[in-house]
C-alpha cells in the first residue's frame, strides 16, 4: 500500500508538470517575438527616417538601431526633425 505522501505526489504531479509546460511554452513566445519581431521598422536612409505609413498608436514606437556607418539619434533631434516634418506636412 502507498504512502499518503506517495499519494499526493502522483495527484500533483500532472498539474504540475502542465504549470511547467505552459510557463515553458509561454516564455519560448516572448522570446521569440522578442527576437524576430512581426513588424517591419522603417529603415534610416541617409540619416532621414521616414516613418509616414507607421501607425505610432497600432504600431508602437520605432527603435533606433544605428549600424557601424550611422549613430543614434538622440531625443533632441528626433523631436526637432519630427516637428520639422510636421510644418512640412501642415504647410
Excluded at 4 to 19: E, G, S, V
Excluded at 53 to 82: E, H, K, R, Y
Aim: hydrophobic share 45%; aromatic share 6%.
Amino acid at each position: 500500500m502507498e504512502s499518503l505522501h506517495d499519494a499526493l505526489i502522483k495527484r500533483h504531479l500532472a498539474p504540475l508538470l502542465l504549470m511547467c509546460g505552459v510557463f515553458v511554452v509561454g516564455i519560448s513566445v516572448l522570446i521569440m517575438n522578442w527576437i524576430e519581431p512581426k513588424d517591419t521598422y522603417p529603415i534610416a536612409i541617409k540619416g532621414e527616417l521616414d516613418a509616414t505609413g507607421w501607425d505610432f498608436s497600432q504600431q508602437g514606437v520605432i527603435p533606433l538601431a544605428g549600424n557601424g556607418n550611422s549613430t543614434l539619434m538622440s531625443c533632441s533631434s528626433l523631436i526637432i526633425l519630427l516637428n520639422q516634418r510636421l510644418d512640412q506636412c501642415n504647410g
